[in-house]
């Protein structure tokens, strides 16, 4: 079935660009969304945004400013990044697949990658 | 943003009782032409990333335990664990996808009394 599975720099500087990449296997990025969601320490979890695998995009715009996420269907990635971060960007970061059938997306994240930490720390 | 608000913030239920969390939305996430309310929940155990239970308001995924069962439309939505199991203790999230930027509940934290 279908993994994801999040990688990059579990520590960023402070005003740096946060970097990570998800990498679908077990299936074809065509054809889906794709979402980043992030959980800072003990709350809850914030969307970030999706991209479709043709290269449309939604940010939350809470982010908007400083994110920007993209896909390579030929690496079957999809990437994340966000600059100026701060100690409020740190947290848990998942990847998730939005459920599409036929053509058809509903917004649901039915397929999640096991997150990776990210600390903004000097 | 539509605001998504669970209520309680944490119950602990006996095992083999029921468990009923509440999500309220600050505005409809029914969608009246298709009749599909765009509202899912998730279950989060301790150190593992969020597992999709329900979508469409009640529609349980594939796999997911029958005990589990969401309803509502509209504002007003629940989760109910029928027999709480002791591997559902987790923090349940609700969201909406009826628009965006898509939003999630503050998660309620479900224990065993």
């Not at chain 1, 065509?30 to 991209?51: M, N």
């Not at chain 1, 939005?98 to 903004?120: E, F, H, K, P, Q």
């Not at chain 2, 009246?32 to 995924?61: D, F, V």
């Amino acid at each position: 079935q279908v993994q994801l599975q999040e990688s990059g720099p579990g520590l960023v500087k402070p005003s740096e660009t946060l970097s990570l990449t998800c990498t679908v296997s077990g299936g074809s990025i065509s054809g889906y969304y794709w979402s980043w969601v992030r959980q800072p320490p003990g709350k809850g979890l914030e969307w970030i945004g999706f991209i479709h695998y043709t290269g449309s995009i939604n940010y939350n715009p809470s982010l908007q400013s400083r994110v920007a996420i993209s896909v390579d269907t030929s690496k079957n990635q999809f990437s994340l990044k966000l600059s100026s971060v701060t100690a409020a960007d740190t947290a848990i970061y998942y990847c998730a697949r939005v459920y599409c059938s036929g053509g058809t997306c509903s917004g649901y994240m039915d397929v999640w990658g096991r997150g990776t930490t990210v600390t903004v720390s000097s | 943003d539509i605001v998504m608000t669970q209520s309680p913030d944490s119950l602990a239920v006996s095992l083999g009782e029921r468990a009923t969390i509440s999500c309220k939305s600050s505005q409809s996430v029914l969608y009246s032409s298709k009749n599909k309310n765009y509202l899912a929940w998730y279950q989060q155990k301790p150190g593992q990333s969020p597992k999709l239970l329900i979508y469409w308001a009640s529609t349980r995924e594939s796999g997911v335990p029958d005990r589990f069962s969401g309803s509502g439309s509209g504002t007003d939505f629940s989760l109910t664990i029928s027999s709480l199991q002791a591997e559902d203790v987790a923090v349940y999230y609700c969201q909406q996808y009826y628009t965006t930027p898509q939003t999630f509940g503050q998660g309620t934290k479900v224990e065993i009394k």
